[in-house]
């Protein structure tokens, strides 16, 4: 079932604008939240159960209490806009429509933490968006929603856009606070976590757009009746970008109860796959969560349907399991090659990796290099362990997640389509001309 909360006014004419987006009923969650008390606020979003809609879920009420508080240290809300993780663009689209959801929840949220100047850091190549975000702070400044004591509270808060340089790493977190500070985005050792030591050595917490975003539909309707929305511990709505092949690709908002089926099929969302092809395979969060064929996709190790929910896309830990991730869901028809699609991503986690470790700097150009191989008809079929093999060695063993990211799409394309790269082995003249087929397996 459809249910809109951050997307209810998208398609009104001239939302970006801060007298549109009044109309609607913006910055009424602001004035609401700036009577409570920040505790109160704070007991809302616990209540709600929001987990980080960047790609970890991690509770965010819980983030929020993580923060340290030293007299006479300031603190930080920094906003992750590096959107980068292959297939995911929901940030884009609420950045780019809905600047003002963001800069209200930016203003409950540097509220409740105590942030008198906050940040936003966007990756390079959104180049068109800081002029919308930094026009709707202006029209927030001007009335009265952020600077000097806001709506009469005694509350100042700031808000910045920073641009990022077009590196994928700097989305991790700590690599995103060491750019932040200018210097080179190399990610930091976890702890100190960034509530603790983050921007400049002060308490920081970090969240993605649409975590922000969601704060405001929070305190309008109450953490209590966000909550019942969705199932389980995969409560409210969640954006979903959609691309691939599929006839609708675009930015959908759900409520986590709809299965992956109503999802790729229903003309509500992706509306089914092109010319009547087969689906083969989804990544459903983002390129950095494992690739799951069909026959898993639409029903659990269980039995049961799958659901586009933290539960049940990650199957209790099943190695048929996957995760909701960054919700960039991606589709591949009969027609696509998982070799080469292995092959497209380990080059791209090779090329992003800042090098600071070896099992991730070295693996990665070594995934690449077989993977090549193997697509291009000249691998041996030991290379198959050997890709096992050097995943499991980068997996767990680095700084930073974007190992075990580079790692798990390579696991679950050997665990899955094994048969797969020992056709482009065996049969080295088609390897190139030919795909594999849906036939085969
Ligand atoms: P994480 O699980 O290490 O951390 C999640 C958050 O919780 C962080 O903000 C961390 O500081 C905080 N946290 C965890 N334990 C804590 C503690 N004990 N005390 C205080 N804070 C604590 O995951 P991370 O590295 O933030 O994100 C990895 C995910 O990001 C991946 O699973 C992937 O899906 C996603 N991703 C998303 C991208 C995008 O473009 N949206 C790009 C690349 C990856
Ligand atoms: Fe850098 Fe890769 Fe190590 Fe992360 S895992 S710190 S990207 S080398």
Redesign the pocket.
């Known amino acids: 079932m459809s249910k809109k909360l951050l997307l209810k006014d998208a398609h009104v004419e001239g939302i970006r604008y801060f007298e549109t987006y009044r109309k609607q009923g913006g910055y009424g969650a602001a004035e609401k939240a700036l009577k409570m008390t920040a505790e109160e606020i704070l007991e809302e979003v616990k209540a709600s159960g929001l987990r980080?809609r960047?790609?970890?879920g991690?509770p965010t009420g819980m983030?929020w209490s993580?923060l340290a508080k030293p007299e006479g240290v300031p603190r930080h809300l920094v906003v992750n806009a590096?959107?980068?993780?292959p297939g995911?663009f929901k940030d884009r689209y609420l950045m780019e429509f809905l600047p003002h959801l963001l800069i209200e929840g930016m203003l409950i949220s540097s509220f409740v933490l105590g942030s008198n100047v906050s940040y936003i850091y966007i990756r390079g190549e959104y180049s068109w968006i800081p002029d919308i975000l930094e026009e709707a702070i202006e029209e927030a400044k001007a009335a009265g929603f952020l600077g000097k004591n806001i709506l009469g509270t005694g509350f100042d808060c700031e808000i910045y856009v920073q641009r990022g340089g077009g590196a994928y790493i700097c989305?991790?977190?700590t690599a995103l606070l060491e750019s932040l500070e200018g210097k080179r985005g190399n990610p930091r050792l976890?702890p100190p976590?960034?509530?603790v030591k983050g921007l400049w050595e002060r308490p920081t917490v970090?969240n993605?757009v649409e975590s922000i975003a969601a704060i405001v539909p929070i305190i309008d309707i109450t953490g209590a009746e966000y909550a019942k929305i969705g199932v389980g511990r995969s409560t409210g709505t969640k954006l979903i970008s959609a691309c691939g092949n599929i006839n609708k690709p675009g930015v959908y908002e759900i409520d986590m109860t709809i299965t992956v089926e109503e999802f790729i099929y229903s003309d509500e969302y992706c509306g089914g796959i092109p010319n009547g092809k087969k689906l083969k395979a989804c990544i459903p969060?983002?390129s950095?969560?494992p690739i799951v064929p069909a026959n898993l996709l639409l029903k659990t190790v269980n039995g049961e349907p799958r659901y586009m929910n933290y539960e049940s896309l990650a199957d209790g830990g099943f190695a048929t399991g996957t995760?909701m991730?960054?919700g960039g869901f991606i589709v591949l028809d009969e027609d696509q090659c998982i070799v080469e699609h292995t092959m497209t991503l380990a080059r791209f986690y090779n090329h992003e990796s800042c090098g600071q470790c070896t099992p991730c700097r070295e693996g990665t150009g070594w995934m690449y290099k077989i993977l090549k191989k193997i697509e291009k008809g000249e691998g041996k079929m030991e290379d198959i362990d050997l890709l096992w093999d050097i995943q499991r060695k980068i997996e767990g063993n680095t700084i930073?997640?974007l190992g075990d990211?580079a790692a798990w799409p390579v696991a679950a394309a050997i665990r899955h389509f094994r048969d797969e790269f020992e056709w482009h082995i065996k049969n080295p003249e088609l390897s190139q001309t030919q795909n594999y087929g849906l036939a085969n397996y």
């Open positions: 980080g960047g790609g970890a991690f983030k993580f590096d959107e980068s993780e995911t989305g991790e977190e976890k976590f960034p509530a970090v993605n969060g983002g950095s969560v995760m991730g960054s930073c997640p990211a």
